[in-house]
Nanobody
Framework: QVQLVESGGGLVQAGGSLRLSCAASGRTSSTYIMGWFRQNPGKEREFVASIRRNDGYTNYADSVKGRFTISRDNTKNTVYLQMNNLKPEDTAVYYC??????????????????WGQGTQVTVSS
């Protein structure tokens, strides 16, 4: 089992920045790829970004490319999401997720095995 705990959400004005953190504990050897998803009420959860453990390969949703940066510190079993130039449409609950190695999760995190509890990000216009 892997436990994921997010932090860093909050309220920010459009154009501002936030950094989310996600600390993994438990069976951290299973965190082959880690990433972030987001969800608004009544909508499906959508992929935001992911990063592989071994080589740091990253993948981003088109909607956040150039504004968000995902990184990880393997010594701390923590993944970060630096969000710059935030827009009101970025408002959502952001979830950290991770998966063990599988062919479907090689390029981007598609089917997580574990989820965090979520952290609210609100961007005001």
């Amino acid at each position: 089992q892997v436990q994921l705990v997010e932090s860093g959400g909050g309220l920010v004005q459009a154009g501002g920045s936030l950094r989310l953190s996600c600390a993994a504990s438990g069976r951290t050897s299973s965190t082959y790829i880690m990433g972030w998803f987001r969800q608004n009420p009544g909508k499906e959860r959508e992929f935001v970004a992911s990063i592989r453990r071994n080589d740091g390969y990253t993948n981003y949703a088109d909607s956040v490319k150039g504004r968000f940066t995902i990184s990880r510190d393997n010594t701390k079993n923590t993944v970060y999401l630096q969000m710059n130039n935030l827009k009101p449409e970025d408002t959502a609950v952001y979830y950290c997720a991770t998966a063990e190695f599988s062919t479907i999760n090689i390029v981007r995190l598609v089917t997580p095995d574990y989820w965090g509890q979520g952290t609210q990000v609100t961007v005001s216009s």
